[in-house]
């Protein structure tokens, strides 16, 4: 597909611009209508990259409860409008603080969505475009790491609880105090393990000379091509006019 | 009754090849079964599909006459010990002894049995020395022995061991050669996944080797530890 190739061959300095627009708008947008457009821009460049809609429901709902939970925090604790919900005069659920749960939604939605285009780009290449926006090389590394351990560390989460489980503990039916207390062990050894792998990684990384010159050449170059510029002209020009459109109709 | 029953199991990992296609086996009560094969047969894959950590793609494996997705993590615990290839992955305590004791302790166990049965545990594993200790910090070949000692002090009526004598000395292998012996000798089964093929022939009376997702042999071996 033509457009795939189009995201694909996007220089990742294009991508880590078309995400910052797009997260900086879903932050200073509040309006539940142009959050809603905006996320439906980033679902369409999520389209154009090749992700399908069950590859981008599945990774939502990974996220579903950290959802709801937003979603009845906020209609609770910030209420305005018309009372849908009221308990011995209190009023639990409004209008207004349901609207602006659902604004949190959605806009963690678009930061998500548009995260995911970053993931087009292989984590090298990555590196290489903050290293190109000026941002110091150990600190780009440290992205890269992160992006590499993230997974690891959700793994260690799942083995910790499945051990436990395996020792014939009923997570789900033990009492609550016991249940906080089976959760401490399994952040024990995620704490521990990403310490180690931190302190293993820097003397594998020293032992291979990391920062031993103060300048390094890098075995791939990345070069802006005419539709990386045009790409990003238009995603700070499509930022700005929205912005201000934003404002203006206030 | 068999203790496991696999029918037609496949299985593949997300993205791959299939790796298993349609596996059929019987394990009894009480057997005591070597698991062997080349790196990457499907050994530790096998292991974690019978006690539930992977979910089969298609066919059933039923536990006890039971199909095995009817059980949660925590039912087959109760039932099956299981030992990590790496130990470092079912270590979680902040102590020795607590590690040995957390089973126990939260299948509400009398603490007096708990107790002794955690001495028991240090004494035969030769961990006494760093009871207090915080696991993380111990050597491998002491992580090992603390990890089949949390998995064998719940008395499971059956034990699947992943690579259990990796790390581990002649000696040590040789009291654990002994241990399998008694495990045996109270009517509990276990499967060793073993590329260590003296050592795991020694210590079961039958041999699985996998092959290609398949069963290539399923001899009688001698079990003579």
New interface residues.
Partial sequence: MATIKFVEKLDPRTKIVLVVVISTLSIIITDVLWLAGLLLLSLLLLFMAGFSPASIFSRFRRFLYLFLVLLIVQSIFAPSGEPIITIGGIQLVTMGGLLKGVAVVVRMLIIISSALLLLTAKPMELVLGLIRLKIPYEIAFMVLLAIRFLPVLVEEVQDALTAIQLRGVKIKEIPLGQKIKVYTYIFMPVVVSALMKAKKTAISMEARAFRAYPHRTYLEELNLKSFDYATIAAALLFGAGLGAAYFMGR | MDFWEVRDLCFSYPRREPLFQGLSFRIGRGDTVALTGANGSGKTTLGKLL?G?LKPLSGQILLEGKDLQEY???????R???L?QNP???????SVKEEIA??LN??GFDPALVERRVEEMLDYFELKHCAHQFP?NLSQGEKQRLAIA?VLA?EPSFVVFDEPTTGLDQRRKERFAALLQKIKARGAGYILISHDREFSSACCERRLHLKEGKIYGDDKVCGKA
């Fill in positions: 006690v950590i949660s993590l925590a039912d087959i615990g109760a099956v010990g299981y990590f470092e992955k079912q270590i979680f305590s902040p957390f089973g939260f299948r993380f949390a719940l």
